[in-house]
């Protein structure tokens, strides 16, 4: 008879050697060191600094006494808004019913992969939770290094030389776009050149765009639009819409892959149920036409810009390398211009640095070991996102109503983010 501690380690095969998520984890230790009084950058956690917009937030105040289980494909309103917001983006012609919902994009990611049987591609560097929610699943991870060069981006070729060593097996890749973490994204000709790719193999393809309305210049293009027929799109409210913690995500099929979505929908049946339901009916409003949020939108993209190039151009200025950011609130440094004086303080790789840099200064930032990078790669992510988001908000809004952002709204707005950089520029000068 096996004894309880047997079984106990038959059920943990899958998740062994998994630790928590890096990016939970660094948000859980920066809160714990602010609260023994140490001063912290929190560049480390990637949420949103804006609020939510206030007529997605009234929505929710008008529908927080919904109490029943919804559908477990999502309430029908919310899925139509989706729909049609896709269309009203992108051109993409979607109906209610290729649409399901869940509580975050998060759970969804790991649906898709427990219930289709595939390998899982996923280009490296890439967000922290794709190749453990795989493990989980029991999935095969198969990691497509990407190149500094080409701002660590997915190339055609690269793509081609993993699928034609098995060309007829199963496979699902993830591209996410605008990239968590690098903030770089794809032109619309190499989004037809991967689509090309994967419609050659019958990859399906996992766009995952939850960043897709933070591109800077509010110029995102779904891969979609050329590989229509294996193309799910993974959205949300949590970076776009400020609403991290509403937990609501959102999965847009092709109807060729519907039977997809009901196999995810029976799985989801077992799980989670059905997502909250005054969160859903408050995202109705967040997906229909309205010009506050239009305007929320703008000024945020706004904002971004602004200090995505200033932070870049400071680090720049101490010889650290990154993709110029074109989406999202995130940098990729590369630190190896400084690795011969970090060996000598003994930090050869990435963890190394990230734990030296917190200890030292105060700075949160998450090595790119937890992103699958090789742990001797002297990168990490930073995350622009600690200022005051309402006020930067507000003083885009009105004081920089029509004209442009510059360098002195940067300075009232973002203060703490500039200091972040001097001083990291300040510890590798050391």
């Not at 198969?142 to 060309?167: F, H, S, Y």
């Not at 973490?181 to 090309?196: D, H, Q, S, V, W």
């Not at 393809?205 to 993974?234: C, K, M, N, W």
Request: glycine residues 8%.
């Amino acid at each position: 008879m096996a004894r309880p501690q047997d079984i106990r380690i038959d059920l943990n095969l899958n998740i062994r050697g998994l630790k928590k998520s890096a990016t939970l984890a660094i948000n859980e230790l920066s809160r714990q060191l602010q609260q023994e009084g140490k001063k912290v950058y929190r560049l480390g956690f990637g949420q949103s600094p804006f609020p939510v917009p206030e007529p997605v937030v009234e929505a929710l105040r008008r529908h927080a006494h919904e109490k029943d289980y919804l559908a477990v494909k999502g309430l029908f309103e919310l899925r139509d808004a989706i729909a049609s917001y896709l269309y009203r983006k992108q051109g993409i012609q979607r109906t209610a019913e290729d649409v399901l919902i869940g509580p975050g994009s998060k759970e969804l990611l790991f649906l898709v992969q427990l219930t289709y049987y595939g390998d899982l591609v996923i280009p490296t560097p890439s967000w922290v939770s794709y190749a453990p929610q795989a493990i989980i699943a029991g999935r095969r991870v198969n990691w497509v290094k990407t190149q500094q060069e080409n701002d660590w981006r997915l190339t055609p070729a690269e793509l081609e030389r993993l699928c034609e060593l098995d060309p007829g097996r199963p496979r699902i890749l993830i591209i996410n776009y605008p990239s968590n973490p690098t903030g770089a994204t794809y032109a619309a000709e190499r989004l037809k050149e991967l689509a090309a790719v994967a419609r050659k193999y019958k990859v399906i393809l996992l766009s995952d765009e939850i960043y897709g309305e933070l591109h800077h210049t509010g110029q995102h293009v779904s891969i979609a639009r050329f590989y229509p027929e294996g193309t799910i799109i993974s959205t949300g409210l949590s970076k776009w819409c400020g609403a991290g913690g509403w937990r609501l995500g959102a999965f847009i099929f092709p109807p060729a892959l519907r039977w997809l979505l009901d196999a995810m929908a029976i799985v989801a049946s077992e799980t989670f149920t059905s997502t909250s339901a005054p969160i859903q009916y408050a995202a109705v409003e967040a997906f229909r036409e309205n010009p506050m949020i239009d305007r929320y939108l703008d000024n945020a993209r706004r904002i971004l810009r602004i200090l995505g190039r200033s932070l870049h151009a400071r680090l720049l200025q101490y010889n650290i390398f990154a993709p110029k950011p074109q989406g999202g609130f995130y940098l990729f440094p590369h630190f190896g211009y400084y690795q011969p004086n970090l060996m000598k303080r003994g930090i050869s790789n990435s963890q190394q640095f990230c734990e030296a840099l917190l200890n030292d200064t105060g700075l949160a930032l998450l090595p790119s070991y937890d992103f699958g990078r090789p742990s001797g790669e002297l990168t990490a992510r930073l995350s622009y996102v600690d200022f005051d988001g309402e006020m930067a908000l507000q003083m885009a809004g009105e004081a920089y109503a029509g004209k442009p952002l510059d360098d002195k709204f940067v300075e009232s707005c973002c203060g703490n983010m500039l200091e972040a950089i001097g001083l990291l520029g300040a510890w590798l000068q050391k």
